[in-house]
């Protein structure tokens, strides 16, 4: 949450998701592969206002390829190779095929991403309820209140690979394992960060914005969406850890 009122609520969901509908253009090029995460962006009291979708795709060796979907606008992060829009999806034809990882942006026509929760943010300044609007210029004690329901209805896909951002990291992971399927974790270390996933099969990433600095979140956030869990001998953990949910 920003400390400046002016600046709205952002709440960051991170998917890796090995997406089927990227292929390349033409036959015989090497297999595409594309990681995505989302950037949802929420207004003073919760609601959504915006989403954008950053897609890193993993060459290969390919120059050409085509990702499918229904996209409004679609921006280069990486090179200066312009996009082929089309009602279907783009086509990007690269330059440099030995740059190892492309980046590009897009956001979605449909309306298809749904969050795990239902968020509400309320205000009080000195007790008193108030519009966050109001609170500009004001003095005084300001109190921000998030209620955090989830949502019964969302698809199980999007309760998965998520990252969450607190003070400390502890009281956002606490919470986030009250919701039914979700284990989350709180980390500050590679270690722990790799080895909760390849043991434990972590679903969400907790971290502290006053314990994690920006280089190593960002190091953590790598490490966490592309360590795979090991499974066997640690999936009867997991098979126990839920069998307790269903108590």
């Not at 036959?27 to 890193?56: F, N, W």
């Not at 980390?187 to 907790?206: G, I, V, W």
Request: hydrophobic share 35%; with cysteine.
């Amino acid at each position: 949450m920003k400390n400046k009122l002016k600046k709205r609520l952002a709440i960051l969901l991170a998917g890796t998701i090995l997406t089927s509908s990227v292929t390349p253009a033409l036959a015989g090029e090497p297999e595409v592969t594309v990681d995505e995460t989302a950037y949802i962006t929420m207004d003073y009291y919760g609601s959504r206002s915006d989403l954008s979708i950053v897609k890193s795709v993993r060459l290969n060796g390919s120059t050409e390829f085509t990702d499918y979907g229904r996209y409004e606008t679609v921006s280069n992060l990486s090179t200066i190779d312009q996009p082929q829009l089309t009602d279907e999806g783009v086509t990007w034809t690269l330059s440099d095929p030995d740059s190892g990882r492309f980046y590009f942006e897009i956001q979605p026509k449909d309306d298809f991403l749904g969050l795990p929760w239902d968020i509400d943010v309320s205000y009080m300044l000195d007790g008193v309820p108030c519009k966050a609007e109001d609170l500009a210029g004001k003095s005084g004690l300001v109190e921000i209140d998030v209620t955090v329901t989830p949502d019964l209805l969302a698809d199980e896909y999007y309760k998965n690979n998520f990252v969450l951002f607190c003070g400390t990291g502890v009281g956002m992971s606490m919470c986030a394992n009250k919701i039914k399927g979700i284990r989350a974790c709180c980390c500050s270390d590679s270690f722990s960060c790799e080895y909760t996933r390849r043991h434990n099969d972590a679903n969400a990433l907790c971290m502290g914005g006053r314990v994690v600095g920006p280089g190593l979140a960002c190091q953590l956030v790598d490490l966490f969406l592309n360590t795979e869990f090991e499974g066997g001998r640690h999936q009867r953990r997991i098979d126990k850890l839920t069998a307790l949910e269903n108590r």
